[in-house]
């Protein structure tokens, strides 16, 4: 059998939707399993020489995972072998979530690979399965439903993005700044004042999103909880912020970051925030992973 799991690059937060929103974007990994190829781990694309060959890799375990939980229910189950190889377009650490892709792949190939012991076609399991296991719900959600999710108290509600909307990733080539670290950063208590900013820019944030209103979106991603502290580990990127925003431009950190998403505009397009930057025009994923045999 040989199976291959498509899954999205996703921007959690969108600004004031701190560990709540999460957006698809149409830039994905794919890993595929071949169960009758000699077993081993390969990498290609982003983070090929770094990520680990020996079956430690989130994908694995993220595999292994699923295969004791599913085990609780049916006895007897397991994989057979497999090699296993990753071609990877998210970049790594720059917070268009990368491991939570990793996480939702595991998941879904070792439920496909059950078969009727499997996780079935209920998306909930695989998002909860790799949430649980990777520790980003906000990254997790839209990998598997695709375009824009909200999470509240474990609920998951997915919503279209209005088609109009143009998303673009900036990301600096030299910074990459671990989720652990970015969160480590963040104040344990903020003033209630700051909360209520993003109570209301949250809702502003869902509106604006699924009009395509972008003039309300240029206002609605501003945030107060999590973005200055976070931009202060790279001030580089604050200037760039900065500058795409004086050009009228809707833009916000990518997660943790330190990579930026922002949204072109009619008569305002992304500027070219120069070298040592990469830049990708990337649309909504109106679907999350997908497994397909052959």
Do not use: K
């Not at 799991?5 to 698809?24: E, H, I, M, Q, Y």
């Not at 004086?246 to 009619?266: I, K, M, N, T, Y």
């Not at 500027?271 to 990469?278: F, K, L, N, T, V």
Request: proline content about 8%; some cysteine.
């Amino acid at each position: 059998m040989r199976l291959t799991a498509r899954v999205p690059a996703t921007s959690a937060n969108l600004g004031p939707g701190f560990d709540c929103f999460g957006l698809a974007l149409d830039l994905c990994n794919e890993v595929i399993i071949d169960a009758e190829a000699e077993p081993g781990v390969t990498w290609e694309g982003e983070g090929a020489d770094e990520l680990p060959t020996d079956g430690t890799d989130m994908v694995s375990r993220a595999m292994a995972a699923t295969v004791r939980r599913q085990a609780e229910h049916h006895r007897g189950v397991s994989l057979p072998q497999f090699a296993l190889r990753g071609v990877n377009r998210i970049p790594l650490e720059r917070g268009l979530g990368s491991s939570s892709a990793a996480a939702v792949a595991g998941t879904a190939l070792a439920s496909a690979l059950l078969g009727p012991a499997g996780l079935g076609d209920d998306p909930f399991s695989t998002f909860a399965y790799a949430a649980d296991l990777e520790g980003h719900p906000d990254n997790a959600a839209p990998a598997v439903y695709g375009g824009l999710t909200v999470i509240a108290d474990g609920f998951v509600r997915r919503l279209d993005v209005h088609p109009s909307l143009r998303p673009v990733v900036l990301i600096p080539m030299g910074s990459r700044v671990p989720t652990d670290e970015a969160r480590r950063a963040l104040p344990e208590q903020v003033p209630l004042r700051d909360a209520v900013y993003n109570v209301a820019h949250g809702a502003l944030a869902v509106t604006a999103l699924t009009t395509g209103d972008p003039d309300l979106l240029l206002v609605a991603l501003r945030d107060r909880l999590h973005e200055q502290v976070r931009l202060a580990l790279v001030p580089e990127v604050r200037g760039v912020m900065e500058t795409v925003r004086h050009a009228q431009v809707p833009v916000c950190l990518s997660g943790s970051g330190p990579a930026l998403l922002a949204f072109d505009r009619e008569h305002a397009p992304v500027p070219d925030p120069g070298e040592g930057w990469r830049l990708l025009r990337v649309p909504v994923r109106r679907v999350g992973v997908e497994v397909v045999e052959g």
